[in-house]
């Protein structure tokens, strides 16, 4: 099993920045394909951001693209999310995800460990 644990969410005022982590223990980390996911009260788990083990493999939501993006660190076991021109409809809890595969996936069903989630709150 790997756990995981996000941090760096926040309070930014619309058009800011922040970056998330996600830093994983447990096994091989660049055995795991990473997701970021999020959601907000009464909708669905959203797809952000996905990355290989490789850190190849890139792919974006198109609500995200050119706003944000995912990298890893594997010898740091950590995963980022690095995100830029925030604005209100990007607030939510975000969740990194892992899956124990070489192939990359967008959807929260296709990944079988979570963190606990880190708050994000845009202020417009």
């Known amino acids: 099993q790997v756990q995981l644990v996000e941090s760096g969410g926040g309070l930014v005022q619309a058009g800011g920045s922040l970056r998330l982590s996600c830093a994983a223990s447990g096994r091989t980390f660049s055995d795991y394909a990473m997701g970021w996911f999020r959601r907000t009260p009464g909708k669905e788990r959203e797809f952000v951001a996905r990355?290989?083990?490789?850190?190849?493999?890139?792919y974006y939501a198109d609500s995200v693209k050119g706003r944000f993006t995912i990298s890893r660190d594997n010898a740091k076991n950590t995963v980022y999310l690095q995100m830029h021109s925030l604005k209100s409809e990007d607030t939510a809890v975000y969740y990194c995800?892992?899956?124990?595969?070489?192939?990359?996936?967008?959807?929260?069903?296709?990944?079988?460990?979570w963190g606990q989630g880190t708050q994000v709150t845009v202020s417009s």
């Open positions: 990355i290989s083990w490789s850190g190849g493999g890139t």
């Open positions: 995800a892992a899956r124990r595969s070489i192939v990359v996936a967008t959807t929260a069903r296709d990944y079988g460990y």
